[in-house]
């Protein structure tokens, strides 16, 4: 969510204010998206794919993420008229009702890859043409084994430390943990020691916590 309002918050800034549509953006680290008539805006490198569109749907800008998850599995630089490509297939996901939850939030799958598509109405205030009108933004959803991959990174697990997290995250006793790795029951609770003591946890129901907010992260 943080990622979504700091986008939001770029979009309001260059739609506000001309004189910091390109000026430092690239020191910054941000990537200028030329959407015509001299007016840039300035994209965070992210891994969540972005799209600005018009009222009609038709494509103003995007960021490559957004072309990887929209035309795959085809290679983008093999579309002809990639931006009518781009905006058909939104027009395709944005007219699936059997996709979305009710509040406007729709499920995009890419291949394997599953996607949350948020939409957010754009207000310019008429400034520009073509007129920015809606924003989309596709972030991929985390799968169990993803949340796992994160946390272990994050976390430096070992691979033991690992497994015991996984089967502890399945409901598993301490017993049944120790016959699935072939250890004693002392190892385990001394894994789990380990692992609590890197999450900062003091407690069981605390590891899965760490695992359960990994994967609503994304």
């Keep these: 969510m943080r990622e979504i309002v700091r986008r939001k918050e770029q979009l309001r800034n260059n739609c506000g204010d ?5 000026a430092g953006t690239e020191e910054r680290g941000k990537k200028p998206i030329n959407v015509g008539k001299g007016v840039t805006v300035a994209i965070a490198p ?18 490559p993420e957004a072309v990887q998850i929209l035309s795959y599995p085809s290679k983008p630089d093999r579309i002809k008229q ?8 939104v027009r395709t996901v944005m007219a699936d ?10 499920e995009y799958q890419s291949g394997r890859r599953r996607y949350i598509c948020r939409k957010f109405q754009i207000d310019c205030n008429g400034r520009y043409s073509p007129q920015p009108a809606i924003a989309l933004i596709f972030e991929r ?6 949340a796992l991959e994160e ?12 497994e015991t997290v996984e089967l502890l995250v399945q409901g ?8 699935r790795l072939s250890i004693s029951p002392n190892t385990v609770k001394a894994f789990v ?6 999450m900062s946890v003091s407690t069981r129901s605390g590891i899965v916590g760490r695992l359960t907010g990994a994967r609503a992260l994304g």
């Design 193 to 198: 020691r380990i692992v609590m003591v890197k």
């Design 97 to 106: 009702n059997n996709s979305s939850d009710g509040n406007g939030i729709k």
């Design 172 to 179: 598993l006793t301490t017993k049944e943990i120790a016959n």
């Design 141 to 146: 959803t985390a799968t169990p084994d993803l």
């Design 46 to 63: 992210s891994r969540s794919g972005f799209l600005l569109l018009d009222s009609s749907l038709n494509l103003i800008a995007s960021n």
């Design 151 to 162: 946390v272990c990174r994050q976390f430096d697990l070992t691979q033991r430390e690992r």
């Design 18 to 22: 001309k004189s910091s549509h390109s």
């Design 82 to 89: 990639l931006s009518v490509f781009l905006s058909d297939r």
